[in-house]
């Protein structure tokens, strides 16, 4: 691989996660999933976070159970995403005219992630996650409203979901059945910023995702159970099928969908549960909405009681007008 | 006025319009006032009131966020192995004990800012000039300083002796690998002064830094780790030097008499004034045995208006700082 010239690159000898031996006396545990099929994790989201970008949010799901071991390899991890919205904002001279907004994605992984170390330029799974996150928000932002200009949407996934239990078989950690959480992420987390950034939306878009997953190991003849909100490290016997979607609630629209692996005869009922979680998701995005527009609400008519004890002629001196 | 009826009423902006036309005026006539005011309601030498998490990313062995004001940065620290048997050309061994972390580049900082942390840096493109700079800056600066024990990064092998060695040595001790701390930053949200909370979120990281008990297994030939938080140590740091940034605002230009001109020095400058402003001052200040900072590093960029007696205000200022810091850094 050739060197980054512009960043601080490895040693040149080359350096390799550290290895760790089995601990002694102890037997690790592999998470389980306590909460009902149809039940969501609890999660965390808040607008306004950088107030240097027009939008802003951060979304998270804590850790469930955390289990004490006393081991330094982390035991679970959280979903921690971030977004900031730039925009609308003029294209560039050269660029050619456009009657709708432009929108861009970015959506790109902290090297510190993901449990194997991850570089700083966007891979191909960062940028089809991109994609996907672009034709979920293309859906609902009123385009035709903001001609010749562009809007960027900048995801940065601070910890991402795992892919499957890290101490378990090499076989259930593939699938990239974590990216599906990621995605559903982005997409609440996006629509949020976006509405932060005051940008015209038909609806808020609500990101969910559902999987079949097996109830037990190795029974072939499972049919699997349809969970929403799957935390791939809980479920022993494997994903089998997950999907994701990106759902307008109040217009019953689905604008994204991706679904993966073989569902087999229960395709239509994991969507319908994927939009479910989509909509329990929405519960609490419109909750973090009204927040920041009740704060800014607030904010407003707080500026206008300063504005006036100024008239009387209060703190004066601290002003400064500009004549001419 | 279009009909020339009406009397011209003063034009008078609103204070918002006033910044953004001419923000360089507007922060003079701020700061000609008496009792000086900066635009975001601080004084001269006013500083933000930093935050510190530590220990907030499961798969660092040492992470912090600072936030001062509008700027937030996240660090992450990882530690890696680099085999000796990998190194392409090892330092001799009578190399100076405080050289070898920047011989074999044991430190990886990182910064990023094109994070959408600010209208200016946008990803997709590499990564700018301030960038990269700045990265290279914590680069230098952790060397320079040399906060970090070359031995804390060593992992040590006792080889079993053979037979041309003298029965009566012990057994002689090999360096079988080094450990590479991977320091990468992330800009969160920007409003001024990178470095200074780069570098708080750097220390901070490093300061809650763990790395496992490592030891070479000559059977499997290879490092192996312990996986138990109660055997791995703490990378101890030597010392806690503290950035400090101010920028200078001043009337002066080319064609004026150095004299005419004011200047200001301000504290912390957050991003409207970075704007401004064409000159700064850094001071990177570290305890020497005692409480009285000395100073790590001094930087002075762009302008004309800093002598020598604005400088040493500006180093008494860092070292008071300096004194502010260690409880919050040591506090978290």
Not at chain 1, 273 to 297: D, F, I
Not at chain 2, 302 to 327: D, L, N, T
Request: glycine share 10%; aromatic share 6%; charged share 20%.
């Amino acid at each position: 691989m050739q060197a980054d010239r512009r960043r601080l690159n490895a040693p040149p000898g080359g350096t390799a996660p550290p290895v760790f031996a089995t601990a002694p006396k102890t037997k690790l545990q592999r998470p389980t999933r306590t909460r009902e099929p149809d039940q969501h994790r609890k999660l965390f989201l808040r607008t306004g976070i950088v107030p240097s970008a027009s939008g802003s949010a951060y979304y998270e799901i804590p850790p469930q159970q955390q289990q004490q071991t006393g081991l330094l390899v982390p035991q679970s991890s959280s979903l921690k995403i971030t977004c900031t919205v730039h925009g609308p904002r003029p294209l560039p001279r050269n660029a050619a005219f456009s009657p709708n907004l432009l929108l861009s994605t970015h959506v790109k992984f902290a090297p510190f992630a993901t449990r194997n170390r991850r570089g700083y330029v966007q891979n191909a799974s960062e940028r089809d996650l991109g994609a996907h996150l672009e034709t979920a928000l293309r859906g609902v932002v009123i385009g035709e409203r903001f001609p010749k200009s562009g809007c960027e949407v900048v995801v940065t996934v601070l910890e991402g979901e795992e892919d499957g239990w890290w101490a378990g078989n090499a076989e259930g950690r593939g699938g990239g059945w974590g990216m599906m959480g990621v995605l559903a992420g982005c997409i609440t987390v996006a629509s949020a910023a976006l509405v932060d950034a005051g940008i015209d939306c038909v609806d808020l878009v609500s990101g969910g995702v559902a999987a079949v997953v097996q109830a037990g190991t190795d029974q072939r003849g499972d049919d699997g159970v349809v969970a929403i909100d799957p935390a791939p490290s809980e479920h022993d016997g494997g994903i089998r099928a997950a999907c994701v979607v990106g759902y307008l609630q109040s217009r019953d629209e689905v604008t994204e969908m991706w679904m993966k692996g073989d569902a087999g005869m229960r395709a239509e009922q994991l969507i319908d549960e994927a939009v479910k979680a989509a909509s329990l998701t929405r519960a609490v995005l419109a909750e973090a909405v009204k927040e920041a527009v009740e704060m800014k609400l607030e904010k407003v008519e707080g500026n206008a009681v300063a504005a006036a004890s100024v008239k009387e002629g209060k703190g004066k001196s601290k002003d400064v007008v500009m004549t001419g | 006025m279009a009909n020339g009826t009406a009397k011209p009423t003063g034009l008078a902006f609103s204070r918002e319009t006033f910044a953004k036309l001419t923000p360089a005026p507007f922060l003079q006539a701020l700061l000609q006032q008496p009792d000086p005011i900066r635009p975001n309601g601080r004084s001269l030498d006013d500083f933000r009131t930093p935050t510190i998490n530590t220990g907030s990313l499961s798969h660092s062995n040492g992470s912090a966020v600072v936030r001062f004001g509008d700027t937030a940065v996240v660090c992450g620290v990882r530690a890696e192995i680099l085999l000796a048997s990998n190194i392409p050309h090892p330092p001799s061994e009578d190399i100076y004990d405080n050289d070898v972390v920047e011989r074999l580049g044991l430190l990886v900082p990182n910064l990023e800012l094109s994070t959408g942390c600010s209208p200016d840096h946008l990803p997709g493109n590499p990564p700018s000039t301030l960038a990269q700079a700045l990265s290279y800056r914590i680069l230098s600066l952790l060397h320079t300083s040399n906060l970090i024990d070359p031995e804390d990064l060593r992992i040590h092998h006792g080889a079993p002796p053979t037979e041309d060695d003298l029965p009566d040595e012990g057994p002689k001790i090999v360096t079988k690998a080094y450990w590479t701390l991977y320091i990468d930053i992330l800009c969160i949200a920007l409003d001024g002064n990178p470095f200074d909370a780069a570098w708080a979120a750097v220390m901070s990281a490093l300061q809650s830094t763990h790395l496992p008990k490592a030891w070479w297994d000559p059977d499997r030939e290879m490092i192996l780790c312990s996986p138990l938080a109660a055997e791995a140590s703490k990378l101890r740091l030597r010392d806690l030097p503290v950035a400090s940034t101010f920028a200078v605002f001043s009337t002066g230009s080319p064609l004026k008499q150095r004299r005419e001109a004011e200047s200001w020095v301000l504290a912390d400058p957050d991003e409207f004034e970075e704007g401004v402003c064409t000159e700064t001052v850094t001071a990177v200040v570290m305890s020497d045995g005692g409480d009285v900072g000395r100073i790590v590093r001094l930087e002075k960029s762009g302008g004309g208006a800093i002598g020598k007696a604005a400088m040493r205000r500006c180093v008494q200022m860092s070292q008071q700082r300096w004194r502010e810091w260690q409880g919050v850094l040591n506090g978290g």
